[in-house]
């Protein structure tokens, strides 16, 4: 069926609007991961949420940025209070969210209109398209699900008040939930926390009647970086008296701001952390000072329950980071289409018009990705770890927040300049997409510890076992005579990608961890062309469409550039040399002669 180019010059911005209706991308997507039932009752509910995003929730996202939270540490008689006073817009959120629209309720139980829940790809869906409007709310919202999912899957019971806060309806039961993770010394390396889990004395008196005084704990410590720092439903890794040192020593637990019996928990909030972005979740600084708290599951098994809310983390950042994309191409487009220079719209000149034909694009390619590793997601939950869904997995999300949160921040500042000196103005909303943009590449890991999780996910998961039947499956099928040649392209860079993972199984570890990243851009690129094409493919097959061959085309012709395998078979060693690294790096001098001897791809 054919459909007419989305006016964008009708828009005076991007708001005012239904986000739903406007990203046809993001309806491709849903139809093509969501199980036919299942698309048939969400279709509804993604227009109208995505309705009252754009009509209710766009202003009010603006205005809480500008005015932000405040934390109240104690009350006027030096009681501890550790509550943040929220601006009074964010109610009106968290009604649309969780009341109205259940977001976190809808994985769990059955929505109105089912007599099922839906998948875990709905709910990032519909946090994609909240991100359309505010990241930082995203924040909180995911994260609510994701301690539900902890809860859900390693919980005995015991905590089952808290998981039906997490994941209730009602606006009146539901609480939050958060996962603090980092402390000062540790960042990245979990491993090296150092926050103590004391088992409680045997007269020691506990809040917690309904739980085994066996799992109950009191914390000690300090946590650094603490997003939505007043949750009910906080997950933090503490050690117990004995563990071991690393990962294999923490344990988990579920951490209250406030106790069973109303009291406020044991611990200091010290401040909020004045940030660049993302001011509607309140981050800060918390003291652990003997609060009280419970044993979820086994002692030891901490980060391997945290891994499950972080696998649903990372996916919630690379869904994020494409509903600021959509929303910044948006504006882009929306501003492009109005505004005129030497006579004539903007958009009418071919290098806008190149540059917007790219950014939608790598909006599309991303969108792939990220919506086929939540696909994987919900198969591994019906097929279990011995699945080729649970190895693609392992390798897709971790690839699709390092590659998204990247894009995110190079098409927000984009935006931005297409929208020139406004673009740089609050009012004007693309300031703020950057601004929330930036911390994308930071949560849930930075690059570099993603790229080394895609290096253990085919070193312990044997990833590569389940990818390369998927690709070549996708390649194979693909048959209409405008796609061939580029499938053809893909291929050759599938055997590129091959060829690169065995050269890295017989290299030495700098080796393989010096071209991580590289590798990743690799797996992106190749597995973004394979699903572009097969969508293409499906799109000519259904509807006698060729938009996504187009699509397909542009992808691969600018995505594959000449150097084999992105360099990771060239034996290339430039920057891993400790005297090129420290003179460049940090300015240190470098004797003329030397650079005779100076290192070449073949060392």
Same mark, same amino acid.
């Given at each position: 069926?054919?459909?007419?180019?989305i &006016?964008?010059?009708?828009l005076?911005?991007?708001?005012?609007c239904?986000?739903?209706?406007?990203?046809?991308?993001?309806?491709?997507?849903?139809?093509?991961?969501?199980?036919?039932?299942?698309?048939e009752?969400?279709?509804?509910?993604?227009s109208?949420?995505?309705?009252?995003?754009?009509?209710?929730?766009?202003?009010?996202?603006?205005?809480?940025?500008?005015?932000?939270?405040?934390?109240c540490?104690f009350?006027?008689?030096?009681?501890?209070?550790?509550?943040v006073?929220?601006h009074?817009?964010?109610e009106?959120?968290?009604?649309?969210?969780?009341?109205?629209? =259940?977001?976190?309720?809808?994985?769990?139980?059955?929505p109105?209109?089912?007599?099922?829940?839906?998948?875990?790809s709905?709910?990032?869906?519909?946090?994609t398209l909240?991100s359309?409007?505010?990241?930082g709310?995203?924040c909180p919202?995911?994260?609510t699900?994701?301690?539900?999912i902890?809860? &859900?899957k390693?919980?005995?019971?015991?905590?089952s008040s808290?998981?039906? =806060?997490?994941?209730a309806?009602?606006?009146?039961?539901?609480i939050?939930?958060?996962?603090?993770?980092?402390?000062?010394?540790?960042?990245s390396?979990?491993?090296?926390?150092?926050t103590?889990?004391?088992?409680?004395?045997?007269?020691?008196s506990v809040?917690?009647?309904?739980i085994?005084? &066996?799992?109950?704990y009191?914390?000690?410590?300090?946590?650094?970086?603490c997003s939505?720092i007043d949750?009910?439903?906080?997950?933090?890794l503490?050690r117990?008296?004995?563990?071991?040192?690393?990962v294999?020593g923490l344990?988990?637990?579920?951490?209250?701001?406030?106790?069973?019996?109303g009291?406020?928990?044991?611990?200091?909030?010290?401040?909020?952390?004045?940030?660049?972005?993302?001011?509607?979740?309140?981050?800060g600084?918390?003291?652990?000072?003997?609060?009280e708290?419970?044993?979820?599951g086994?002692?030891?098994?901490?980060?391997?329950?945290?891994?499950?809310?972080?696998?649903?983390?990372?996916?919630?950042?690379?869904?994020?980071?494409?509903?600021?994309?959509?929303? =910044?191409?948006?504006?882009?487009?929306?501003?492009a289409?109005?505004?005129?220079?030497? =006579?004539?719209a903007?958009?009418?000149?071919?290098?806008?018009?190149?540059d $917007?034909?790219?950014?939608?694009?790598?909006?599309?390619a991303?969108?792939?990705?990220?919506?086929?590793?939540?696909?994987?997601?919900?198969?591994?939950?019906?097929?279990?770890?011995?699945?080729?869904?649970?190895?693609?997995m392992?390798l897709?999300?971790?690839v699709?927040?390092?590659?998204?949160?990247?894009?995110s921040?190079?098409?927000?500042?984009?935006a931005?300049?297409?929208?020139?000196?406004?673009?740089?103005?609050?009012?004007?909303?693309?300031?703020r $997409?950057?601004r929330?943009?930036?911390?994308?590449p930071?949560w849930?890991?930075?690059?570099?510890?993603?790229?080394? &999780?895609?290096?253990?996910a085919?070193?312990?998961?044997?990833?590569?076992?389940?990818?390369?039947?998927y690709?070549?499956?996708?390649?194979?099928?693909?048959?209409?005579?405008?796609?061939?040649?580029?499938?053809?392209?893909?291929?050759?860079?599938?055997?590129?990608?091959?060829?690169a993972?065995?050269?890295?199984?017989?290299?030495?570890?700098?080796?393989?961890?010096?071209?991580a990243?590289?590798?990743?851009?690799?797996?992106?690129?190749v597995v973004?062309g394979?699903?572009?094409?097969?969508?293409?493919?499906?799109q000519?097959?259904?509807?006698g469409?060729g938009?996504?061959?187009l699509?397909?085309?542009?992808?691969?012709?600018?995505?594959?550039?000449d150097d084999?395998?992105?360099g990771?078979t060239?034996?290339?060693r430039?920057?891993?040399d400790?005297?090129?690294?420290?003179?460049?790096?940090?300015y240190?001098?470098?004797e003329?002669e030397?650079?005779?001897?100076?290192?070449?791809?073949?060392?």
């Amino acid at each position: 069926m054919a459909t007419d180019p989305i &006016d964008y010059g009708a828009l005076d911005e991007g708001r005012g609007c239904n986000y739903w209706e406007l990203d046809p991308t993001l309806q491709f997507e849903a139809e093509r991961i969501y199980p036919d039932d299942d698309f048939e009752w969400a279709e509804e509910v993604l227009s109208e949420f995505g309705d009252v995003l754009g009509h209710r929730m766009a202003d009010t996202a603006d205005r809480i940025d500008k005015e932000g939270h405040e934390l109240c540490s104690f009350d006027k008689f030096g009681e501890r209070r550790n509550e943040v006073e929220y601006h009074p817009l964010i109610e009106e959120q968290e009604r649309i969210t969780y009341e109205e629209f =259940g977001v976190t309720h809808d994985a769990f139980h059955a929505p109105p209109g089912r007599d099922e829940p839906v998948g875990l790809s709905h709910t990032l869906m519909m946090q994609t398209l909240l991100s359309y409007v505010d990241a930082g709310f995203c924040c909180p919202v995911s994260m609510t699900t994701g301690a539900a999912i902890v809860l &859900d899957k390693f919980d005995d019971g015991e905590l089952s008040s808290y998981f039906e =806060g997490l994941t209730a309806r009602d606006l009146d039961t539901h609480i939050e939930g958060a996962m603090f993770l980092t402390e000062e010394q540790g960042g990245s390396d979990v491993g090296a926390n150092e926050t103590r889990a004391e088992p409680v004395e045997a007269d020691d008196s506990v809040a917690a009647a309904d739980i085994d005084r &066996d799992r109950i704990y009191r914390l000690h410590g300090e946590k650094w970086f603490c997003s939505n720092i007043d949750a009910e439903g906080a997950l933090a890794l503490a050690r117990t008296p004995g563990a071991p040192e690393g990962v294999d020593g923490l344990s988990l637990f579920l951490v209250p701001r406030t106790k069973p019996d109303g009291e406020v928990n044991e611990a200091h909030f010290r401040r909020l952390k004045d940030k660049l972005g993302t001011i509607s979740v309140p981050t800060g600084e918390i003291q652990f000072e003997g609060a009280e708290a419970y044993l979820v599951g086994e002692e030891g098994r901490g980060f391997k329950y945290m891994s499950e809310m972080m696998n649903f983390e990372r996916l919630t950042n690379a869904t994020g980071a494409l509903g600021v994309m959509g929303r =910044g191409l948006l504006e882009a487009k929306v501003r492009a289409a109005q505004r005129e220079a030497f =006579g004539d719209a903007i958009d009418e000149y071919p290098l806008l018009r190149r540059d $917007l034909v790219d950014m939608s694009v790598d909006y599309e390619a991303a969108a792939a990705f990220s919506f086929e590793a939540a696909r994987t997601l919900d198969e591994r939950e019906r097929q279990g770890d011995d699945s080729d869904a649970y190895q693609l997995m392992r390798l897709f999300i971790p690839v699709a927040k390092y590659k998204t949160a990247r894009m995110s921040v190079d098409m927000s500042s984009y935006a931005m300049e297409i929208l020139g000196g406004n673009g740089y103005v609050r009012e004007h909303t693309t300031e703020r $997409l950057l601004r929330d943009a930036q911390v994308l590449p930071i949560w849930e890991g930075p690059s570099n510890i993603l790229a080394l &999780d895609v290096l253990r996910a085919f070193n312990r998961e044997d990833a590569h076992e389940a990818l390369v039947p998927y690709l070549q499956a996708k390649l194979d099928a693909v048959e209409h005579p405008a796609l061939e040649p580029l499938a053809g392209t893909v291929e050759e860079r599938f055997v590129e990608l091959q060829n690169a993972l065995a050269s890295l199984a017989t290299e030495d570890g700098d080796y393989a961890q010096y071209h991580a990243k590289r590798l990743a851009d690799l797996v992106f690129d190749v597995v973004s062309g394979a699903l572009l094409l097969e969508e293409a493919q499906e799109q000519i097959d259904a509807d006698g469409n060729g938009r996504k061959a187009l699509v397909a085309t542009r992808f691969i012709e600018t995505r594959f550039e000449d150097d084999e395998a992105y360099g990771v078979t060239s034996g290339e060693r430039f920057a891993m040399d400790d005297e090129t690294f420290a003179a460049i790096a940090k300015y240190a001098s470098v004797e003329p002669e030397t650079l005779v001897d100076a290192p070449t791809a073949d060392d």
